[in-house]
């Protein structure tokens, strides 16, 4: 009997140990995390929608048979055949936004801003998640963004999926499109991407890997005053004849009319952006600052003859800046299909 006791407990044991390997221990190594173009089942990850990108809450909404609008405390719609106008709920504070998807409409409201409610095709409403963070809805599925908890993941039915990066703050400029997490930090103009690495076993599962995208590019070596290395220096390329030309040309001129920019040669063209949009027809548009920078051709030689003190002083005759408001835009797939170097 004592011996059958221990086999039994042995086995337990096992069975125990196995468990935390399989379900605590291994989903917490980098090794089990594969890039999507390396997943296996890519039909289990990202949005299969039609549309790309999170919708963050509006107080309008396009639907599939018309207008969803709000109303004070009232969730209305307008029909596109008739454009006759009919309440489809009123809920017990006023409105604060709402998302559509298939004539089911999720919503928050003020007097509840931890509560997400989805109202049916019939009017009834129902309180389906539990999460204070600002919400989003992608495809099949919504999300939440907060300090406290990170990115969640929820289904249609208020299931949640997945929950990721518990230390990381998003700032409310932020977009999601195929797990794949665009945001800008608060304290800075820097913007960082969050690609998705999948659990062999559980798409579900999801560790990602920051990169600070860089939309600057530099064409001459660093002088002393710089703030960029050597290794970041490129030759020539499309997007620098083409700056150059539209400079040259007057299309960009603020800040040249004093200076003969047959001596200077292109530096860098820097930008700073300030805010990006959310998904649009596959693009992400980028409004900020740009910055073109460009340096007397003679100036190694005026150096030489100069002090660093001289040097320090005649820094700005020996550069061209040129500073414009700028919107760019940025493809989603280019985003998802290059690396970290190459945005």
């Excluded at 340096?295 to 002083?313: F, G, I, N, P, V």
Aim: glycine share 6%; aromatic share 12%; with cysteine.
């Amino acid at each position: 009997m004592k011996r059958i006791i221990s086999i039994l407990l042995i086995v337990v044991a096992v069975l125990i140990f196995a468990y935390y390997l399989a379900v605590v221990r291994t989903p917490q190594l980098d090794a089990m995390y594969l890039p999507e173009d390396k997943y296996g089942q890519k039909e289990k990850i990202g949005d299969q929608d039609e549309n790309t990108g999170v919708r963050g809450l509006r107080r309008v909404n396009q639907g599939e048979n018309g207008i969803y609008f709000v109303y004070k405390d009232r969730l209305m719609v307008m029909g596109d055949a008739d454009e006759s106008v009919k309440e489809v709920c009123k809920m017990s504070g006023d409105i604060i936004g709402i998302l559509e998807k298939d004539n089911t409409v999720f919503l928050r409201k003020y007097d509840d801003v931890e509560g997400i409610y989805k109202v049916d095709a019939e009017g009834e409403a129902q309180r389906l998640i539990n999460d204070p963070g600002t919400v989003y809805m992608e495809g099949k599925n919504i999300y939440t963004s907060s300090k406290k908890n990170g990115l969640r993941k929820y289904d249609f039915n208020g299931k949640k999926i997945s929950e990721n990066n518990k230390d990381d703050y998003y700032d409310t400029n932020i977009t999601i499109f195929d797990n794949y997490i665009l945001f800008k930090l608060v304290e800075s103009n820097d913007i960082w991407l969050n690609s998705p690495q999948y659990y062999k076993y559980d798409a579900n599962k999801i560790k990602y890997v920051p990169d600070k995208i860089n939309f600057s590019k530099y064409y001459l070596e660093p002088e002393a005053w710089d703030r960029y290395s050597s290794e970041k220096v490129i030759s020539y390329d499309l997007l620098s004849k083409e700056v150059d030309r539209a400079v040259r040309e007057g299309e960009i001129n603020a800040g040249t009319t004093e200076k003969n920019l047959d001596d200077y040669e292109l530096q860098s063209i820097e930008l700073f952006p300030w805010y990006f949009s959310e998904v649009t027809d596959g693009y992400i548009y980028i409004y900020g600052n740009q910055k073109i920078t460009y340096l007397d051709k003679e100036y190694k030689r005026k150096s030489e003859e100069m002090t660093l003190e001289e040097q320090d002083d005649n820094r700005e005759k020996f550069t061209c800046k040129i500073s414009v408001k700028a919107v760019f835009r940025i493809s989603v797939d280019d985003i998802k299909n290059s690396s970290n170097e190459t945005y």
